[in-house]
């Protein structure tokens, strides 16, 4: 999976610009992706960034593509003196035992499930806590603790101010969560409930995670919208959070115990028995825990509070 991005001030022309820079390399016939869409959100800083969520079915494909597509090259060439705005490249290979991804619906993929043969039926491990973990074939052996942030692994790294070319190391299984939603096919009384009721609560635990995610381990949290690929126009009744924790437990201990993911629980159960769980939202996660060899972050032009910049290069 890649998160390969744009930076800019405001939803300018500049925008479109880069959008169609990184299509040419996304659309090459050399080991293109096996599925990508463009995704956006202003971030706290006030920057818009919209960004590519790409995937490969191995890491081999995906460098495979950067070569031969002509992208590493032209990402190592870009010069953060001379950017009209910022660049940003995430790229986290999970093998499948430090994978897990699950939906609430079968009839729509999403993320990595795109490369799938198809979907399981219902599974056991779920709605309890820890099922995340169960999830995780990894987990039956490995502890899958990582490295404990500090108050300092949240500080602005002094060189990673706009102007620079920034490389973050690889944690020690660090725990990333792609969160999804999708309304686009409610009735007009279900998209009025979730509007109304659950949406405003889904961005309030989102903008803790993003204002104040030192406090439970969350290193960064976007979260975005699904925009059209041609008008960049986020009109698809499609979001999700991307956070990155220090830790699997505490990505666990911010849903088990914090009020901002509570309030989100106890809402969507709430909203259930409103439509007698009849449901038609559709929602996923993908989780994955990384070894520090499965992360790759670099950052062009950026400001300090882009993705995992604010860990610093160590």
């Not at 950067?66 to 986290?92: D, K, R």
């Not at 999830?135 to 490295?147: E, M, N, V, Y």
């Not at 979001?239 to 924790?245: D, K, M, N, R, V």
Request: hydrophobic content about 35%.
């Amino acid at each position: 999976m890649a998160i390969i991005g744009a930076q800019c001030r405001t939803a300018s022309v500049a925008v479109g610009a880069a959008q169609s820079t990184l299509s040419t390399f996304l659309t090459s016939p050399n080991n293109p992706p096996s599925f990508f869409e463009w995704a956006s959100v202003t971030d706290n800083k006030g920057f818009y960034n919209i960004s590519a969520l790409a995937y490969w079915p191995s890491k081999a494909a995906y460098e495979a593509w950067a070569e031969q597509s002509g992208f590493w090259e032209w990402w190592q060439a870009l010069e953060p003196e001379a950017c009209q705005h910022g660049w940003f490249l995430e790229v986290l290979f999970p093998t499948m035992d430090r994978l897990e991804t699950i939906f609430n619906t079968k009839d729509l993929p999403e993320g990595c499930a795109h490369m799938g043969e198809g979907m399981s039926g219902e599974i056991q491990e779920h709605g309890y806590w820890g099922s995340m973990r169960d999830r995780i074939p990894a987990s039956q052996t490995d502890s899958l603790a990582g490295t404990q942030a500090t108050a300092e692994s949240f500080q602005d790294s002094p060189a990673s101010g706009i102007g620079s070319r920034v490389k973050i190391l690889g944690k020690k299984n660090l725990a990333v969560i792609r969160s999804g939603q999708n309304w686009l096919d409610t009735s007009p009384e279900e998209r009025e409930l979730y509007l109304d009721t659950m949406h405003p609560v889904l961005i309030k635990g989102m903008d803790f995670l993003r204002d104040h995610g030192g406090e439970v381990g969350c290193y960064s949290c976007r979260f975005m919208e699904i925009v059209d690929p041609i008008t960049a126009r986020a009109d698809k009744d499609r979001t999700f959070g991307l956070a990155y924790f220090d830790d699997l437990g505490s990505l666990e201990r911010w849903c088990r115990e914090h009020p901002t993911h509570l309030a989100i629980f106890g809402g969507f159960h709430q909203y259930a028995r409103k439509l007698g769980n009849n449901v038609t939202l559709r929602v996923f996660h993908e989780v994955m825990v990384l070894e520090p060899e499965q992360q790759l972050f670099e950052y062009v032009a950026c400001h300090p509070g882009t993705g995992m910049c604010m860990t610093g290069s160590g």
